[in-house]
T-cell receptor, first 113, second 114 residues
Framework: GESVGLHLPTLSVQEGDNSIINCAYS??????FIWYKQESGKGPQFIID?????DKRQGQRVTVLLNKTVKHLSLQIAATQPGDSAVYFC????????????FGTGTRLKVLA | EAQVTQNPRYLITVTGKKLTVTCSQN?????MSWYRQDPGLGLRQIYY???????DKGDVPEGYKVSRKEKRNFPLILESPSPNQTSLYFC?????????????FGQGTRLTVV
């Protein structure tokens, strides 16, 4: 498969444990955030999103937390599985009037059997 | 199946030889964009389009052109490719103007310019 990024920070997690992936965003005016998953050789896939008027949102096995005070976003994956191995990155969309997604550089998640 | 389709998936070309990477979406999305992905740099926007005949520069537009003659297609054109355009390229679309909506990505095009 293709390497998305050779110099990404890597998080190694034992199968079945919980994973926490962090992202610091840049624009305090951003009002919408997305987490994407990118598997080797594939395009990014949407996981979960959150708006700035929320501080937590839950999906299936995933939870996103937003701390606007410190401009921090986290993705929690419960009971991590081998299929979760991928690069994860966040995207922020600044407030109304712009159409630009700002992407983080990503974190590689490795699930250890 | 709703999807964004890029072609080709892999391309090796020589410096200066014009090329086009096609992108097509079947979701009737208004907003489309092109990104390049390089190690350690994340996704950087090249160009975007808010609707037919409406295009604008992103963060790294130099050396690229785009067109949006119809809603479903958004080709990326490299008039005179150079080795620093060797990268992984992604096309993306979203249903409205890109605000508060997820972007759907194509599978990527790995371009090598020698």
């Amino acid at each position: 498969g293709e390497s998305v990024g050779l110099h990404l920070p890597t998080l190694s997690v034992q199968e079945g444990d919980n994973s926490i992936i962090n992202c610091a965003y840049s624009n305090s005016a951003s009002d919408y955030f997305i987490w994407y998953k990118q598997e080797s050789g594939k395009g990014p896939q949407f996981i979960i999103d959150i708006r700035s008027n929320m501080d937590k949102r839950q999906g299936q096995r995933v939870t996103v937390l937003l701390n606007k005070t410190v401009k921090h976003l986290s993705l929690q994956i419960a009971a991590t599985q081998p299929g979760d191995s991928a690069v994860y990155f966040c995207a922020e969309i600044p407030a109304s009037g712009t159409y630009k997604y700002i992407f983080g550089t990503g974190t590689r998640l490795k699930v250890l059997a | 199946e709703a999807q964004v389709t890029q072609n080709p998936r892999y391309l090796i070309t020589v410096t200066g030889k014009k090329l086009t990477v096609t992108c097509s979406q079947n979701m009737n999305h208004e907003y489309m964009s092109w990104y390049r992905q390089d190690p350690g740099l994340g996704l950087r926007q090249i160009y975007y389009s808010m609707n037919v005949e409406v295009t604008d520069k992103g963060d790294v537009p130099e050396g690229y052109k785009v067109s949006r003659k119809e809603k479903r297609n958004f080709p990326l054109i490299l008039e005179s490719p150079s080795p620093n355009q060797t990268s992984l390229y992604f096309c993306a679309s979203s249903p409205r103007t890109g605000q508060n909506t997820e972007a759907f990505f194509g599978q990527g095009t790995r371009l090598t310019v020698v």
